[in-house]
Nanobody, 119 residues
Framework: VQLVESGGGLVQPGGSLRLSCAASGSIFSINAMAWYQQAPGKQRELVATITSGGSTNYADSAKGRFTISRDNAKNTVYLQMNSLKPEDTAVYYC??????????????WGQGTQVTVSS
């Protein structure tokens, strides 16, 4: 199974970006999916999670500005980021709990996508 992220880039403060993460491979189903961020010199931190049923949870720093969503038919998770701040600058990683066709559950990470918020 591979997770491929896209949508990162350079944006001015106050701007928006939409990240996407598509899962492919030997997938039976996907349970929780999540986005994490890792700023330079810092540990990777949870930004938002979404269950297969669509229940969401956000870090305090993301509440009111970021929205996580998913398209189960496309095995894809999204992160809509609005009102971006310089402190949102980080590499963003997606994470997924995947039930493969052998019916075992595995946890996967994407390769990361850089988000830079700067004027």
């Amino acid at each position: 199974v591979q997770l491929v992220e896209s949508g990162g880039g350079l944006v001015q403060p106050g701007g928006s970006l939409r990240l996407s993460c598509a899962a492919s491979g030997s997938i039976f189903s996907i349970n929780a999916m999540a986005w994490y961020q890792q700023a330079p010199g810092k540990q990777r931190e949870l930004v938002a999670t979404i269950t297969s049923g669509g229940s969401t949870n956000y870090a305090d720093s993301a509440k009111g500005r970021f929205t996580i969503s998913r398209d189960n038919a496309k095995n894809t998770v999204y992160l809509q980021m609005n009102s971006l701040k310089p402190e949102d600058t980080a590499v963003y990683y997606c994470n997924a709990d995947v039930v493969e066709r052998d019916y075992f559950k595995y946890n996967y990470w994407g390769q990361g996508t850089q988000v830079t918020v700067s004027s």
